[in-house]
T-cell receptor, first 112, second 114 residues
Framework: QKEVEQDPGPLSVPEGAIVSLNCTYS??????FMWYRQYSRKGPELLMY????GNKEDGRFTAQVDKSSKYISLFIRDSQPSDSATYLC????????????FGQGTRLTINP | DAGITQSPRYKITETGRQVTLMCHQT?????MFWYRQDLGHGLRLIYY???????DKGEVPDGYVVSRSKTENFPLTLESATRSQTSVYFC?????????????FGDGTRLSIL
């Protein structure tokens, strides 16, 4: 079992829709969770991170962690075509905080 | 420009050849990383370095060699390339240790091994 699982999609939604991207993780010791965004033929860039449980909001983006079910989510409100990218969840490995464990990534397309 | 740059952006080589991928960062970040990205596997850590002359294995180190003689450079060498090493390789850096420290990625090297 992978430590972080993510549905690779692809996911295609119309402009303006609310998008929900999800990951599950296996180790309850994981506490920090990150979302990276990767445009085509580019490297990933950090979008936002959360610690432990609860929600964190940044503009149109909300990251949510449910530790009881080991589930993390990224919601995008009022989605735009510029949000079309691959979204990767990640968490620092418990054996070394600098070693990130990534999900497979979900490819998202926002259709105008 | 400041940032992290990888070279070459594209490389085609043959099995058994040695190939070196270059990574250079201008931030003087302590930590540097090499990942490979494959369909179905996402990003997997190959090697990382906490400082000059300090390197350690990641999840998939076999067949790769790294060195870090200077803080700003972190080359990755495939000593005898195999087809299974065809992938997109990303270099990343982060300023210091800490769970909330972001990693900054280069734009990748697409490596094809025939």
């Amino acid at each position: 079992q992978k430590e972080v699982e993510q549905d690779p999609g692809p996911l295609s939604v119309p402009e303006g829709a609310i998008v929900s991207l999800n990951c599950t993780y296996s180790n309850s010791a994981f506490q920090y969770f990150m979302w990276y965004r990767q445009y085509s033929r580019k490297g990933p860039e950090l979008l936002m991170y959360t610690y432990s449980s609860g929600n964190k909001e940044d503009g149109r983006f909300t990251a949510q962690v449910d530790k009881s079910s080991k589930y993390i989510s990224l919601f995008i409100r009022d989605s735009q075509p510029s949000d079309s990218a691959t979204y990767l969840c990640a968490t620092p490995h418990i054996q070394g905080a600098q070693k990130l464990v990534f999900g497979q990534g979900t490819r998202l397309t926002i259709n105008p | 420009d400041a940032g992290i740059t990888q070279s070459p952006r594209y490389k085609i080589t043959e099995t058994g050849r040695q190939v070196t991928l270059m990574c250079h960062q201008t931030w003087s970040h302590s930590y540097m990383f090499w990942y490979r990205q494959d369909l179905g596997h996402g990003l997997r850590l190959i090697y990382y370095s906490a400082a000059a002359d300090i390197t350690d294995k990641g999840e998939v180190p076999d067949g790769y060699v790294v060195s870090r003689s200077k803080t700003e450079n972190f080359p990755l060498t495939l000593e005898s390339a195999t087809r299974s090493q065809t992938s997109v390789y990303f270099c990343a850096s982060s300023e210091r240790q800490g769970m909330n420290q972001p990693q900054h990625f280069g734009d990748g090297t697409r490596l094809s091994i025939l």
